[in-house]
C-alpha cells in the first residue's frame, strides 16, 4: 500500500501583507513550508512526500525545504484546484493508493490527526478531519440576521485531505472546468462518500498578519533587553531633532549626524538586547556617508537585525534628559514616529522626559541625555 502526500505551496498569500509567499515565512529555525513538509515525512505510514510550487518562487522553495527527500516540485497552475490536478497527475507515476493533500500553510498537524485519516481510509474512500463549531451561527440576508444554523449538522473543515488515489483523480479530471474551494467538494459532486474524523484545533491556517502574529508568538520564548545612553552638546548652527521629530529651538545638537540623542541611545538599547555591539560598530562617525544623515535609517538597521534574527520587538521605553526644550508638547509624535520605523504599536512605545534639577551639564543647559530601554522576543 503506497500513500503519497501532495503539499499545496503555489499560492502567493496576498492577505498576509508580506512581500513575499507566506509558505517561506521563518518560524523559529523553520519555515512554515518546511513545518509542513516535515509532518509528513516524519510520518512513517507516508512513503512520499510531493510539493506544488509557483516556479517563480524555485530559488525560495528550494531555500526553504533544504535537503530534505523530498519528490520533485511539480508547477501549480492559476488555481487552487489546477495546482492540486497537477500534483495528482505528476503522482501517478508513484502509483500511489491513498493521496493525503494538505494546505502548506497548515504547519502544526500532529502525527495522530494523520493516523485518523488513515485509518478511516481503509473502509472509506474520501476522508475529511474536521472541527465541530462551538459559536452559535446565524445566516444572513443582506446585514439583517434571518435566522439560526444548527451547529451540530456545520462543521469547520480541516487538511489533509485524504483519498483512494484514483477516486480523487477521477474527480478532477471529470470536474475540471468547476471552481472549487477543497477537493472534498470535488469528491461530493462525484458522489464519493465522504467519511468525517475529529479535526485538532492545533491544525491552524495561516492566512492573514494577524495568524502570523500569533504563530510567531508561540515561538519567541527567549525574552531579551538592552540598554542604551548617549549625549550630546548643543549646537546652535544645527536643528534639533529628537525622537525621529523635529523640534523647533533655538539651538540643535552637535554630532556626525543629525544628532539625534534619543534614536542614537535607541539603537543602542535594540542593538544590545540582540547582541549587535553598538551604533559606532554599525555607522562610523569617521564615515563621511554619515554626515548629517538621518538617525531614522539607524534605528531601521537595528530593527532590521532583529527581524533577520526571527525575533520581534515587544516594547521601547526612552527618557530624554534635559532642562530645555520641553518634551511634554511632542513626546505623542515622538512615540508616533518611533512605532512608525519599528513597525509596531504606538502602546509599545513609551517616551519620557525629565530633568537633573540644574545640576551636571543637562541642568546647565549644556546639551541632552538619553537612555533607553528595547526588550525583545527571539526564538530559542
Not at 73 to 88: C, D, F, I, P
Not at 192 to 198: A, F, G, S, Y
Not at 225 to 242: E, I, K, S
Not at 302 to 310: M, S
Amino acid at each position: 500500500m503506497t500513500t503519497i502526500a501532495l503539499i499545496v505551496a503555489a499560492g502567493s498569500g496576498s492577505r498576509t501583507g508580506l512581500d513575499f509567499p507566506k509558505q517561506y515565512l521563518s518560524l523559529n529555525d523553520k519555515t512554515i513550508l518546511a513545518l509542513s513538509a516535515d509532518i509528513f515525512l516524519d510520518h512513517p505510514a507516508i512513503d512520499h512526500v510531493q510539493v506544488i510550487i509557483n516556479p517563480e518562487d524555485e530559488d525560495l522553495y528550494r531555500s526553504a525545504i533544504a535537503e530534505r527527500a523530498l519528490l520533485p516540485w511539480v508547477a501549480g497552475g492559476e488555481t487552487r484546484q489546477k495546482s492540486v490536478s497537477n500534483g495528482l497527475e505528476a503522482a501517478q507515476a508513484y502509483s500511489p493508493d491513498y493521496v493525503l493533500i494538505h494546505d502548506a500553510a497548515r504547519p502544526f498537524a500532529p502525527a495522530d490527526l494523520i493516523d485518523r485519516c488513515l485509518e478511516a481510509l481503509e473502509d472509506h474512500e474520501a476522508v475529511l478531519p474536521a472541527l465541530s463549531i462551538q459559536d452559535t451561527l446565524k445566516s444572513l440576508e443582506g446585514d439583517k440576521i434571518a435566522g439560526t444554523l444548527d451547529r451540530d449538522k456545520i462543521v469547520a473543515a480541516q487538511t489533509p485531505q485524504c483519498f483512494h488515489f484514483a477516486s480523487i483523480l477521477a474527480a478532477h479530471k471529470t470536474f475540471a472546468d468547476i471552481s472549487v474551494t477543497d477537493d472534498i467538494a470535488l469528491a461530493e459532486r462525484a458522489n464519493i462518500p465522504v467519511k468525517r474524523v475529529e479535526g485538532d484545533p492545533t491544525n491552524l491556517k495561516i492566512t492573514t498578519a494577524q495568524d502570523i502574529e500569533k504563530m510567531t508568538a508561540k515561538f519567541l520564548t527567549d525574552v531579551r533587553t538592552g540598554l542604551g545612553f548617549d549625549v550630546h552638546a548643543f549646537d546652535v548652527n544645527t536643528p534639533l531633532w529628537l525622537g525621529g521629530v523635529e523640534i523647533p529651538y533655538e539651538k540643535g545638537l552637535k554630532g556626525h549626524s543629525d544628532a539625534d540623542v534619543a534614536l542614537h541611545a535607541l539603537t543602542d538599547a535594540l542593538l544590545g538586547a540582540v547582541g549587535e555591539g553598538d551604533i559606532g560598530l554599525h555607522f562610523s562617525p569617521s564615515d563621511a556617508r554619515w554626515k548629517g544623515a538621518s538617525s531614522d535609517q539607524f534605528l531601521v538597521h537595528a530593527a532590521k537585525l532583529v527581524e533577520k534574527r526571527g525575533g520581534k520587538i515587544s516594547n521601547i521605553d526612552v527618557t530624554i534628559i534635559c532642562e530645555a526644550p520641553k518634551i511634554g508638547p511632542y513626546r505623542n509624535d515622538m512615540r508616533q514616529r518611533i512605532a512608525s520605523l519599528l513597525k509596531i504599536d504606538r502602546d509599545r512605545v513609551s517616551v519620557k522626559g525629565t530633568t537633573t534639577e540644574k545640576l551636571g551639564f543637562t541642568g546647565r543647559q549644556e546639551g541632552i541625555a538619553a537612555q533607553a530601554a528595547a526588550t525583545v522576543r527571539l526564538p530559542e
